[in-house]
């Protein structure tokens, strides 16, 4: 091996360990290779930003903006409002879910066209006395299965279609993925509603009121301003310092003749006040005696309506890539805002009751939030994370959908014509829904997940490296002269295999960077067709199962499914054993070898 | 004129009036345009997209992540505090001040200089008795022409030496900018300090501090609430509301000379409580009308509900990119989300009182509010606001300063001495300053200017297309047809002055994207340097100071300077006359016509 081959595999080898480690976040990890790579010399600085410019990361960004503009349009929430009849049937429930978002995902990204869906199962689960657990898995695969059926449905099948751009054919088209594709995506399907549900833990699946998540109940109380007591004039400002040290959060405050919650910080408390608290009982305690206020006898435990005519109680789920990951409640301004509390945080099906001021946000954390109904809503949308009750619809609601499925009709038509290359008619397409305000200006560039764009800005120079460099061939040869003389459909299902496996424990995209110049050249090695190859890696790469971790959409749902790591190899195990039996006699029917 | 040519001069000009005309931001015009050029098919298909990953983006991209891990910088700060005996002589004071703008803009970008220095030069003003627009107009010009001095200043100049480079390439490297932009700077500062805020209108420089311009007594009244009256029994929300549509904000109930505020929106009124709000006199007396509210005046009631020991005034510019540039106070709910009143607007010097509520806010506006001041200091950056209270010093600690200092040095070292090409070491020291968390990794895509971003990645196609189609060399050559003799000197001239006339109408990263192709093709059409064409552009371009609307650093103090937007020429003229008058023999003898 020469120095070039030594250092660029060191390199990926590197990359591969951060990815899988996730100490960094993938765009962190990857540009680091990237620059790493460029100083030691086997990415020629000419080229290191490359990636940037292309193709797939361009289709990437646009695919992004359009699927914001079809959420935006409100068309989609009309549709899902026709399933409410369908839920009579486990079966009927989830097929009918399904239905609605296999397509849409097939058309925008999967995320996406989970968060749009998500709401609805939530509720319509509740409604169907369901637990969600039963619902949210089947939904989170569903809409996975759908990025596999068209090129713009999820980001492998950009990379792959690119790679063969860039290999020396033609990229692949719109609808080259949809034979292989629609057949895994209906077979994968039709087993997750008809028998994957039922392999979810019957722990998940029992049905409990959702405010059991939280157990809130417990926590509340009210506490009394007894006569002559030192707090009788301080405000409720003056309480809270203490507060905030020994975890209690103070709710409001009920005097008589008032109705409803007061949120007066600072009006003096008179005698007979009753404030309204949450804590744990420990804390709640310590915190009465120190200040010389008294347990209410009167309200006991469970006993306070926090549901008022103005305030509300919603739940709310931190997205992946939301900004609240890694923040404490503090540091994500959640303790500043008026009449906006935080009751808990249920993370993994478990409440976290303690120190909650002091707890560092995940991605599928489900936040607990009590106050305004008006505030609440726009505190959930400031954060970026999804309520879990359907929001409501105005009335312009659907009215864009023609615009944007125009848009979405014309930038395939044009491209499938061949008038313009793909990434240049669908980002005419996001400047479209930019200019007609659907995607208002100032959201246009938070649609963009900028993690993603690195991440492909930063591998695609690396992988185009690995050819280069002749490492692509070295590995390649290594697989087919290991395999001596065993047929070529053994080692394109090795190849799928490896391709899920790798998928399950890193990002998708960085797996099908890595994996497609392998594929494309051991397929030339052996001497057969590469699309078959290219194929099998597409679908591999997409096909994250196993894990919480391998898939955005399903490190989403594990907390409103109250869904442990260990729950999801029992449905994805069998559906990924699935997938490689459909896609392999497909695969070879449609790209001979 | 060959297809190809007249397709590119068609685009470009769609493109510069669709800059200039300003009805859709300059990166979807850019986009646009790049879409028209490939299906035109002047820029090729395959590479539509390679601006996105031309070195000058990425440069932009590196620069703004390390001067964010720069204005964490305790020492701006340390300084700014040293600063206030300095500032006995207007000469001194301004002149202190825009010679710290100008140098921390030669590594910096220009407006985030000036975010540092801002609050400092308004208290610092304040302390002085002067009016901060005194020092801010100078300040903001100092910022502008420290821009000048290096490569990374300032987009143009990057967009310059990446032309360069994709023509020739050979790119500009990091001080080639520095012989005639230095000498520039240093001249146009002097002339700033010594004659140039003089020129600045008088009635601006009575010392009037916002707050006064903001005077909020006048436009505050307070109404008794009879027995009889419909308020009774409403909460302070539903009042707020009724207030929202008459355009007068709810300041507060005053009840038995106890503070109640708009945060308490469940609180109900009651007969005798006292209702104080904001807004015009006619919208005033049409709320207490409807309401039936017995107008009071007591200003002692007033003062009380305005000045409270936890409530207080602030003011706060808003920012170019803020999240709430173009939202209406309305729309913004800052009572109701954040527990703040908005008081007032003030806009170019004047204020605005009616129909508050339906303001369509603007870069360069500012905005009184009042509220908790914990939650005022949380508030005001969240909505993409610059207090122009002094900031608390920052918690970096001094490790963390010279850490980023020590980044951005080695950086510009390993850039200059040729090592790697400067976009990529920049690009290596803002992936440092994200791996030891001096700019958190949460903020880190926050800190990039997509649109500007965007408006390179999509130009720089075009650019390439005026050179190959030879547009570039047909545009000059016509210049050079009309100025008939063929002296280059009156050439080079000419194209600064344009490129000057052209930035202060548009953005100047498009002027100089724009300018750079045809400068060249000047250059080569006369059989001159072209260096010193496209020298002449980078700093024609950086020079927009004749409109507060040129440059993101005028548009910052418009409201904070209290200026009107024919106050700009005043100085800037001048300044931009001797900038032609000093730089074109110096880029005559740093870059010879003809070598």
């Not at chain 1, 399907?189 to 029992?206: D, E």
């Not at chain 2, 360069?164 to 520039?184: I, L, N």
């Not at chain 2, 039936?292 to 007591?298: G, I, K, N, P, R």
């Not at chain 2, 508050?356 to 914990?374: A, M, N, T």
Request: charged content about 15%.
């Amino acid at each position: 091996m020469s120095y070039e081959q030594i250092t660029i595999s060191a390199i990926v080898g590197l990359a591969l360990v951060g990815f899988v480690w996730g100490r960094w976040r993938y765009d962190v990890v990857a540009f680091v290779c990237l620059i790493g790579a460029v100083f030691l010399g086997v990415v020629p600085s000419r080229d290191a930003f490359s990636g940037f410019g292309h193709p797939a990361t361009i289709t990437v960004i646009a695919v992004l903006i359009l699927s914001r503009a079809l959420s935006n349009s409100g068309a989609i929430e009309r549709v899902s409002q026709l399933l409410a009849p369908t839920t009579k049937s486990p079966f009927s429930h989830i097929a009918a879910l399904s239905l609605v978002a296999t397509p849409l995902s097939a058309i925008m990204n999967n995320i996406g066209a989970l968060s749009l869906l998500m709401p609805v199962a939530i509720q319509s689960a509740v409604k169907a006395a369901r637990s969600p657990a039963m619902i949210l898995m089947p939904l989170s695969f569903a809409s996975i299965l759908g990025g596999l059926v068209t090129l713009i449905g999820t980001p492998p099948n950009i990379i792959v279609a690119n790679y063969r751009g860039t290999a020396g054919d033609a990229p692949f088209g719109m609808f080259a993925f949809t034979p292989v594709g629609g057949v895994v995506a209906i077979v994968g399907v039709a087993f997750v509603a008809l028998v994957g549900w039922r392999l979810i833990p019957r722990a998940r699946l029992k049905f409990t009121a959702e405010k059991d998540l939280f157990e809130i109940d417990d926590y509340v109380a009210e506490v009394v301003v007894p006569e002559e007591s030192e707090v009788i004039g301080k405000s409720i400002a003056d309480l809270h310092a203490e507060a905030v040290k020994q975890d209690v959060n103070i709710l409001g405050l009920v005097r008589e003749g008032t109705r409803g919650f007061l949120r007066v910080r600072y009006t003096p408390l008179r005698a007979g006040d009753r404030i309204v608290v949450e804590a744990p009982p420990a804390s709640l305690t310590t915190y009465v005696k120190k200040i010389g206020l008294e347990l209410s006898g009167t309200a006991r435990e469970g006993e306070v309506d926090l549901e008022s005519e103005n305030t509300v109680l919603v739940e709310a789920v931190v997205p992946p890539r939301s900004k609240l990951t890694g923040r404490t409640p503090r540091l994500a301004g959640l303790t500043g805002r008026t009449g906006l509390h935080l009751l808990g945080i249920s993370r993994q099906g478990r409440p976290i009751r303690e120190r909650l001021y002091q707890v560092h946000f995940r991605p599928g954390d489900i936040l607990l939030l009590h106050g305004d109904e008006e505030n609440v809503g726009r505190t959930i949308s400031d954060l970026g994370c999804l309520p879990l009750a359907p929001r409501k619809l105005g009335s312009a609601a659907g009215r864009n959908a023609p615009i944007v499925i125009a848009a979405f009709a014309a930038a395939i038509a044009l491209s499938i014509a061949g008038v313009v290359p793909l990434p240049i008619s669908f980002s005419a397409a996001a400047l479209v829904v930019v200019l007609t305000n659907i995607v208002p200006l100032r959201e246009v560039y938070d649609a963009i997940d900028w993690p993603v764009v690195v991440l492909l800005g930063s591998m695609m120079p690396i992988g185009a490296a690995l050819e280069t460099t002749g490492v692509t061939e070295l590995i390649t040869s290594g697989i087919v002269g290991l395999s001596g003389s065993v047929s070529p459909i053994v080692i394109l299902t090795l190849v799928l295999v490896v391709t899920m496996t790798l998928s399950d424990i890193m990002n998708n995209a960085a797996t099908a960077v890595v994996a497609s110049p392998i594929a494309y050249g051991t397929a030339i090695e052996l001497g057969v067709n590469p699309d078959a190859f290219l194929m099998a890696v597409a679908v591999g790469a997409s096909c994250a199962f196993l894990t919480p971790i391998g898939h955005q959409n399903n490190t989403l749902i594990m907390g409103p499914g109250g869904y442990q790591f260990g729950d999801y190899w029992r449905v994805g195990l069998p559906l990924e054993v699935i997938i490689v039996a459909v896609s392999i006699p497909m695969i070879l029917i449609i790209w001979p070898l | 004129m060959s297809y190809g040519q007249t397709a590119v001069v068609s685009i470009l000009g769609l493109a510069l009036s669709g800059f200039v005309w300003g009805r859709w931001r300059y990166d979807l015009v850019a986009l646009g345009a790049l879409f028209l050029a490939v299906a035109a098919n002047v820029v090729p298909a395959s590479s539509a997209f390679s601006g996105f990953a031309h070195p000058a983006t990425i440069t932009v991209v590196a620069v703004l992540i390390l001067s964010r891990g720069l204005s964490n910088l305790g020492a701006v700060d340390a300084i700014a505090r040293r600063l206030t005996p300095a500032t006995r002589e207007p000469v001194r004071h301004v002149g202190i001040l825009t010679s710290l703008g100008a140098v921390l803009s030669t590594v910096m970008n220009n407006i985030g200089a000036l975010s540092l220095l801002l609050p400092v030069a308004v208290q610092s003003a304040h302390r002085a008795r002067r009016s901060p627009a005194i020092v801010l107009m100078p300040l903001s010009f100092g910022s502008i022409l420290g821009g000048l001095v290096t490569l990374i200043g300032t987009p143009p100049n990057i967009i310059v030496a990446g032309f360069r480079g994709s023509v020739t390439g050979e790119p500009f490297g990091m001080f080639d900018f520095t012989p005639v932009g230095a000498a520039v700077a240093v001249v146009g500062v002097v002339f700033i300090t010594v004659i140039g805020w003089r020129l600045i209108p008088r009635r601006r420089l009575v010392d009037r501090s916002a707050s006064d311009l903001l005077k909020i007594e006048d436009y505050v009244a307070e109404g008794r609430a009879t027995d009889t009256s419909p308020a009774c029994g409403k909460t302070v929300g539903e009042i707020d509301a009724i207030g929202d549509a008459h355009d007068v904000v709810l300041i507060g109930l005053l009840r038995n000379r106890l503070r109640i505020f708009v945060s308490a929106r469940h609180q109900m009124v009651q007969p005798g409580d006292l209702v104080i709000v904001e807004g015009g006199a006619k919208e005033i007396a049409e709320f207490m009308s409807e309401l039936d509210l017995e107008l009071t005046t007591a200003d002692d009631d007033i003062r009380r509900m305005l000045r409270g020991p936890d409530y207080v005034l602030s003011e706060a510019v808003v920012a170019p990119r803020a999240a709430v540039v173009g939202a209406t106070p309305l729309s913004l709910r800052l009572t109701g989300r954040y527990g703040i009143n908005l008081l007032a607007i003030s806009r170019r010097g004047q204020p605005i009182r009616e129909r508050l509520g339906s303001v369509r806010l603007q870069v360069g506006d500012i905005l009184l509010l009042q509220g908790d001041s914990e939650r005022l200091a949380q508030v005001i950056p969240a909505i993409g606001c610059l207090p122009l209270a002094e900031r608390r010093s920052p918690n970096g600690s001094g490790n963390q300063a010279m850490l980023s200092i020590g980044i951005f040095a080695a950086a510009l070292v390993f850039g200059s001495i040729g090592v790697a090409p400067i976009e990529l070491s920049l690009a290596a020291g803002a992936l440092i300053s994200v791996v030891v968390n001096l700019v958190p990794i949460r903020e880190m895509y926050d800190e990039i200017d997509c649109p500007v971003d965007v408006l390179l990645g999509a130009m720089i196609p075009i650019g390439v297309a005026m050179d190959t189609t030879g547009t570039g060399g047909l545009i000059a050559s016509s210049i050079a047809g009309v100025t008939g003799s063929t002296s280059p000197i009156v050439a080079l001239v000419l194209l600064m002055v344009v490129a000057m006339i052209l930035t202060d109408i548009m953005n100047n990263a498009a002027t100089a994207l724009v300018a750079a192709p045809i400068a060249y093709g000047l250059g080569e059409t006369l059989g001159a340097n072209p260096d010193a064409f496209l020298m002449a552009v980078a700093i024609g371009a950086s020079s927009a100071f004749l409109t507060p609307i040129g440059h993101q650093n005028n548009a910052l103090i418009l409201g904070p300077g209290g200026y009107r937007f024919g106050d700009y020429w005043r100085m800037g003229l001048p300044l931009k006359v001797l900038i032609v008058i000093v730089s074109v023999p110096l880029l005559v003898l740093f870059w010879p016509l003809n070598p």
